[in-house]
Antibody, heavy 116, light 107 residues
Framework: EIQLVESGGDLVTPGGSLRLSCAAS????????MNWVRQAPGQGLEWVGR??????????DYAAPVTGRFTMSRDDSENTLFLQMNSLKTEDTAVYYCATGAFDFWGQGVLVTVSS | DIQMTQSPSSLSASVGDRVTITCRASQDISDYLNWYQQKPGKAPKLLIY???SLETGVPSRFSGGGSGTDFTFTISSLQPEDFATYFC?????????FGPGTKVDIK
């Protein structure tokens, strides 16, 4: 059974940093491209970024609002995806989901609140 | 960026009704379109990919169609568990973008 489990969500002050993790199981993680998607309270879905598999180059792509502040990485030995979030803004408050490359499997989501 | 629009933004329907939602892309996305169902407090669930392909395990009352810029999503006979919000998403060009959603509630 494919599972994605996010962790690391928290309340952080503006300008702060946070690292989210997404533990994957049930599939060959090192071959998988992975995404982060977020959803602000009561709002729609926003794609955050994507990381390719290492065999595809391991490169990353980001949405404009997070470029330069967020960094995706992966540890294939631990089947874990990461999202390092720096210089957080109040508008980054959202539930963050990790999802497989084709968006066919999603984690349960983790809440990040940016507030003073 | 490709803008995705959906209509209607919400609708009220009864069990057994046929429901159709439309999604429009601001430029040609071929058939690189997903449809999702999301219930409150839950992650989105992929229902349709490549505009018209049914995801494994999804009931056949759900269907999708269209290509280019105009797409439809249909529930042929609405069931109680189908009351939810539905989103379209394009994955032709980065950044991937989602429609604003259509909330389907009980009449």
């Amino acid at each position: 059974e494919i599972q994605l489990v996010e962790s690391g969500g928290d309340l952080v002050t503006p300008g702060g940093s946070l690292r989210l993790s997404c533990a994957a199981s049930g599939f060959t993680f090192n071959n998988a491209w992975m995404n982060w998607v977020r959803q602000a309270p009561g709002q729609g879905l926003e794609w955050v970024g994507r990381i390719k598999s290492k065999t595809a180059g391991g490169t990353t792509d980001y949405a404009a609002p997070v470029t330069g502040r967020f960094t995706m990485s992966r540890d294939d030995s631990e089947n874990t995806l990461f999202l390092q979030m720096n210089s957080l803004k109040t508008e980054d408050t959202a539930v963050y989901y990790c999802a497989t490359g084709a968006f066919d499997f999603w984690g349960q989501g983790v809440l990040v609140t940016v507030s003073s | 960026d490709i803008q995705m629009t959906q209509s209607p933004s919400s609708l009220s329907a009864s069990v057994g009704d046929r429901v159709t939602i439309t999604c429009r892309a601001s430029q040609d996305i071929s058939d690189y379109l997903n449809w999702y169902q999301q219930k409150p407090g839950k992650a989105p669930k992929l229902l349709i990919y490549d505009a018209s392909s049914l995801e494994t395990g999804v009931p056949s009352r759900f269907s999708g169609g269209g290509s280019g810029t105009d797409f439809t999503f249909t529930i042929s006979s609405l069931q109680p568990e189908d009351f939810a919000t539905y989103f379209c998403q394009q994955y032709e060009i980065l950044p991937f973008t989602f429609g604003p959603g259509t909330k389907v509630d009980i009449k």
